[in-house]
């Protein structure tokens, strides 16, 4: 298999993205990985000896983080982003990654990879952490701000058929994010959408709460890029919060460093268990090939994970099995 990585997109690229393609490329020396970007600025990088199976695919320009998206995609046709993007559609690369621009990279899903036939909007599908190490795969956290009913629906398919494939999971219990457990709660959209999610092919639960995601009362979360995008931010907030309550407490005298000391493994385990750079990045479903988005911050154990992360769907037959599914007679 092949692997397209954007190596100038994110923020500490090229160096930390070219050296996380080379831990993989070590770890898995059966998957061809193509990194697309300036050649003079990724050479530097890689060392004396590469990898046989690192290849170069040089593109001039880069799309940056202030660029509007759907413009830059259309006028920097040689952008190392969309050169990887155009690699999947051309059957070159069976999926490609990317730490740079979310908005552009959705462009450049929609634009250059096309979407799939029966999908009328991609989402962005990341894995959020739960307590017990297992996750919650939750779609759309950001990739459209509205949706229709039918768009849950579709979300709610292909996360299903995503954790089916690449987590091995049998019935995944997909769960609809509201306001409260009811069936009649929530908003007009919220409502459309829980009966048709009940008539979905799918292992449906019915409405869950936020503030028992972390817990995992479902496998899937299902919501509106608005609602998932507050959420998420709001944990990831709050997470930050806490840890920096905790390290000032715990610096306070020695009996709380002593403590700190005693409890830092325990903290060191929990602050893992809410690290993105554990899941690798969060996949695009919805298009013709295989699109991974990794956190804009991504070091090298984030790159290597989502080449893995992209070789199990690979494997899986993720797309097509979404296809299959979604256009189902």
Known sequence: MRIAIDAMGGDHAPELIVKGALAAAEEWPDTELLLVGNQAAIEPFLGDK????VQLCHADDVIGADD?????????KSASMVVAGQLVKDKEADAMLSAGNTGALMATGLLVVGRMEGIERPALAPMMP????VGVLALDLGANMDAKPEHLRQYAIMGSIYRSKVHGMKEPRVGLLNVGTEAKKGNETTKIAYELLEQAPIHFIGNVEARDVLTRN???LICDGFA???MLKA???AAGTIFSSLKDAFGQSMMTKLAAAI????????RKKMDYKEHGGAPLLGLNGLVVKCHGSSDVVAVKNAVRQARVAIQGKLTDSISAEINRK
């Open 218 to 220: 479902c496998d899937v």
């Open 235 to 237: 944990m990831e907030g």
């Open 50 to 53: 590469k990898p046989a199976n």
């Open 130 to 133: 739960t307590m017990d190490d």
């Open 68 to 76: 509007e998206p759907v413009r830059a995609v259309r006028r920097k």
């Open 263 to 270: 409890m830092l493994p325990r903290l060191r385990q929990l």
């Open 228 to 230: 998932g995008n507050i």
